[in-house]
């Protein structure tokens, strides 16, 4: 079965330091992976996808992914913070049966300090 | 287009009450689904619907149960609620070629 692992629940950067978010997953066929971004009282937004073609994956707002199948890595990262970055941010996996069920990461509070 | 509406945005109940949620998408998306979000533990498939007509269980399905009424409905009914279930619903849908989901603004629930 899939699952991710998102390692601190909490990271807060300093405005125009680099952002690092990292997830971990675990699959048993090449996966599709997911970076969604939450921000306060609202639902979750698409920040990008892997979906098995380049491995260097761009995303909205700046942000970027490399999936990294020896590390079973794809770590979210963005090269100079903003205000506007701070959210929580979820990596998902999809379990790529019929129905394309996601399993979510536990998620990562991002805050950024003036 | 709206994308993907839920109805209430907010409710609280008292334990043993009932409930329905609502959600519509009008994206013509095949998927459908009801994750609940808690602090620390992301988000938990309640259950999904591949098409309609089809419903299934998913990680957290004890308590709720689930209609889905045409393509662009799907519907989350708590029959007697508890605690437990104090969260937020989140519905999503998805055309599934490419797994990318859509989600909903939410529903706070509170149970006392």
Known sequence: ?114 | NAGVTQTPKFQVLKTGQSMTLQCAQDMNHNSMYWYRQDPGMGLRLIYYSASEGTTDKGEVPNGYNVSRLNKREFSLRLESAAPSQTSVYFCASTLRREGVQFFGPGTRLTVL
């Not at chain 1, 390692?7 to 690092?20: I, N, Q, Y």
């Not at chain 1, 997911?34 to 979750?44: D, I, R, S, T």
């Not at chain 1, 920040?47 to 979210?76: Q, W």
Request: hydrophobic residues 40%; charged residues 15%; proline residues 4%.
């Open chain 1, 1 to 114: 079965a899939q699952s991710v692992t998102q390692l601190g629940s909490h990271v807060s950067v300093s405005e125009g330091a680099l952002v690092l978010l990292r997830c971990n997953y675990s699959s048993s066929v090449p996966p599709y992976l997911f970076w969604y971004v939450q921000y306060p009282n609202q639902g979750l937004q698409l920040l990008l996808k892997y979906t098995s073609a380049a491995t260097l994956v761009k995303g909205i707002n700046g942000f970027e992914a490399e999936f990294k199948k020896s590390e079973t890595s794809f770590h979210l990262t963005k090269p100079s913070a903003h205000m506007s970055d701070a959210a929580e941010y979820f990596c998902a996996v999809s379990d790529m049966s019929g129905a394309q069920k996601l399993v979510f990461g536990q998620g990562t509070r991002l805050t950024i300090n003036p």
